[in-house]
């Protein structure tokens, strides 16, 4: 059985950091990415990172280029997304979900870890 199930958000103020985890089961072979996604309050979903499951190649979506980085356990049971320079703007419930790969859209992600919240004050 397939899971992936995040954690590590939290509340922390302005310029601080936070890392995220997302642990993967059920998938520790394959070539697959792990993208990393958030949902603030009356907004869509968007995607924030990705990381392939092949080679540790990532990518970013711009407003958390520089900022974010994607990495892997050696293992490749554990995700971690680090969060530096953090704005109140980057405040939003955070998902790890499964996909194909890092292009594809929100809908192409089939299998999503439960949602860690992420609070940036000013």
């Known amino acids: 059985d397939v899971q992936l199930q995040a954690s590590g958000g939290g509340l922390v103020q302005a310029g601080g950091s936070l890392r995220l985890s997302c642990v993967v089961s059920?998938?520790?072979?394959?070539?697959?990415?792990i993208g990393w996604f958030r949902q603030a309050p009356g907004k869509e979903r968007e995607g924030v990172s990705c990381i392939s499951n092949l080679d540790g190649s990532t990518d970013y979506a711009s407003s958390v280029k520089g900022r974010f980085t994607a990495s892997r356990d050696k293992d490749k049971t554990t995700v971690y997304l680090q969060m530096n320079s953090l704005k109140p703007g980057d405040t939003a419930v955070y998902y790890c979900?499964?996909?194909?790969?890092?292009?594809?859209?929100?809908?192409?992600?089939?299998?999503w870890g439960q949602g860690t919240q992420v609070t940036v004050s000013s």
């Open positions: 059920g998938l520790s072979f394959g070539d697959y990415v």
């Open positions: 979900a499964r996909g194909d790969v890092c292009s594809g859209g929100v809908s192409s992600y089939d299998i």
